[in-house]
């Protein structure tokens, strides 16, 4: 291709994209309180912030102990990623996943609709019932707090359990109670949750990215 001409440079701003993460990440640990996270958790809690662009979310942050490492442990052993949402399938990094791991969102298989009219719920809920090979997986939960508690009757009624779980649905309506849900499930579940209102797509990506890539650049 032919690489157009560049417009002369007008303002004084860093184009280096790893000295630009570097600064951020630097203000974020400078800013956001994130003494009760271990170092693990603080990698991922910092990309979190990031992608949300203000410091004071890091006391909504909660992880189980273990979330971190059946994460990891479970995207090294090639295990599925399933989310609600196609923004967050579109914006995991691929390069960071350590075995190709698939992604997945059933959210527009033309078996959704019918499900979610006979269960009388919503089709990112209705799409939880198609993930297949949700035992051992990693879930992705950004946008549909009906999607984090239909995940969680399954698991209660005996279905697969996944082996880590980060439940960020944003919204009003459900959203804090979906993940209180999680946060105390009884099952054994691993989770990430940002407690409250908060959340989306852009924050759970950013926590898949993060935990697929122990690296924080």
């Known amino acids: 291709m032919t690489i157009p001409a560049r417009p002369p440079k007008l303002y004084d701003y860093d184009t280096d994209g790893a000295s630009i993460y570097r600064a951020s990440f630097g203000m974020i640990r400078a800013e956001a309180d994130l003494s009760r996270f271990t170092a693990a958790q603080s990698t991922v809690a910092v990309r979190m912030i990031h992608s949300a662009g203000d410091?004071?979310?890091?006391?909504?942050?909660?992880?189980?102990?273990?979330?971190?490492d059946a994460a990891r442990e479970a995207l090294r052993a090639g295990a599925p990623i399933y989310t609600d949402a196609t923004m967050i399938a579109s914006g995991i990094i691929r390069r960071?996943?350590?075995?190709?791991?698939?992604?997945?969102?059933?959210?527009?298989?033309?078996?959704?609709?019918?499900?979610?009219?006979?269960w009388q719920t919503t089709k990112t809920a209705a799409a939880v019932s198609l993930w297949d090979r949700l035992e051992g997986a990693v879930v992705a939960i950004g946008n549909a707090p009906t999607a984090l508690f239909q995940l969680l009757e399954v698991v209660?009624?005996?279905g697969p359990r996944p082996a880590a779980v980060i439940g960020i649905p944003v919204g009003f309506v459900g959203s804090p109670e979906s993940k209180q849900a999680l946060a105390e499930n009884p099952y054994g579940l691993e989770w990430l949750v940002v407690h409250g209102r908060r959340g989306g797509s852009a924050l759970a990506t950013s926590a898949i990215n993060a935990l697929a890539q122990e690296q924080e650049i």
């Open 156 to 158: 209660a009624a005996g």
């Open 96 to 118: 960071r996943l350590p075995a190709d791991n698939d992604v997945i969102c059933a959210l527009h298989d033309p078996r959704v609709l019918e499900i979610a009219t006979a």
């Open 55 to 68: 410091p004071a979310l890091a006391p909504q942050i909660a992880f189980s102990d273990g979330l971190v």
